[in-house]
T-cell receptor
Framework: TQLLEQSPQFLSIQEGENLTVYCNSS?????LQWYRQEPGEGPVLLVT?????EVKKLKRLTFQFGDARKDSSLHITAAQPGDTGLYLC???????????FGAGTRLAVHP | GAVVSQHPSRVICKSGTSVKIECRSL??????MFWYRQFPKQSLMLMAT?????????EQGVEKDKFLINHASLTLSTLTVTSAHPEDSSFYIC????????????FGPGTRLTVT
């Protein structure tokens, strides 16, 4: 069974701080997606990483896919209150286009 | 592009009744749609994979006779919660993929079901 371990589960920081969220597995994934979800809404796709070692940037967010395609990280620089939400990583490889989701990281950025 | 809608956004029903939730892909055809359930402050739990024109594939522990899924067209999948009970109260979210071999899922806004 493929599993994705996401850490930390909760993160409460002040505006302007940096943070990193990790997603780890013992399994290889063909691709990995990061989503952000706000309360009462569906997750929104932020990025897809496909190639081992790949780095993608989305404004203050930097996503990295591990060389072996078993892990990924999300780094946020100078966090803002608008970054508050639930961040989910999801790995592809479960068959029928299924995604394996991590448990999520609940981020709270305080002004 | 890749917009998914869900209807209704909120529904309150009485115990023992059935509720239908619709999931539509608005600007693309989705051969595969997924149904998830999300409990408060938790991640998404996959309930079933819905393929157009065929029977849905349910995850282990999900009762297929209770959660009926129909994917009659390339843009519409429905989830019917039959004989709903208070423990079925939850946030139900659907998603769709844009094509074969694509793994990015685009999610609907979710449906909050409350069974009284």
């Amino acid at each position: 069974t493929q599993l994705l371990e996401q850490s930390p589960q909760f993160l409460s920081i002040q505006e302007g701080e940096n943070l990193t969220v990790y997603c780890n597995s013992s399994s290889v994934f063909s691709s990995l997606q990061w989503y952000r979800q706000e309360p009462g809404e569906g997750p929104v796709l932020l990025v897809t990483v496909v190639t081992g070692g790949e780095v993608k940037k989305l404004k203050r967010l930097t996503f990295q896919f591990g060389d072996a395609r078993k892990d990924s990280s999300l780094h946020i620089t100078a966090a803002q209150p608008g970054d508050t939400g639930l961040y989910l990583c999801a790995g592809a490889g479960g068959g029928y286009n299924k995604l394996i989701f991590g448990a999520g990281t609940r981020l709270a950025v305080h002004p | 592009g890749a917009v998914v809608s869900q209807h209704p956004s909120r529904v309150i029903c009485k115990s023992g009744t059935s509720v239908k939730i619709e999931c539509r892909s608005l600007d693309f055809q989705a051969t595969t749609m997924f149904w998830y359930r999300q409990f408060p402050k938790q991640s998404l739990m996959l309930m079933a994979t819905s393929n157009e024109g065929s029977k849905a594939t349910y995850e282990q522990g999900v009762e297929k006779d209770k959660f009926l899924i129909n994917h009659a067209s390339l843009t519409l999948s429905t989830l019917t919660v039959t004989s709903a009970h208070p423990e079925d109260s939850s946030f139900y979210i659907c998603s769709a993929v844009t094509g074969q071999g694509r793994y990015e899922q685009y999610f609907g806004p979710g449906t909050r079901l409350t069974v009284t």
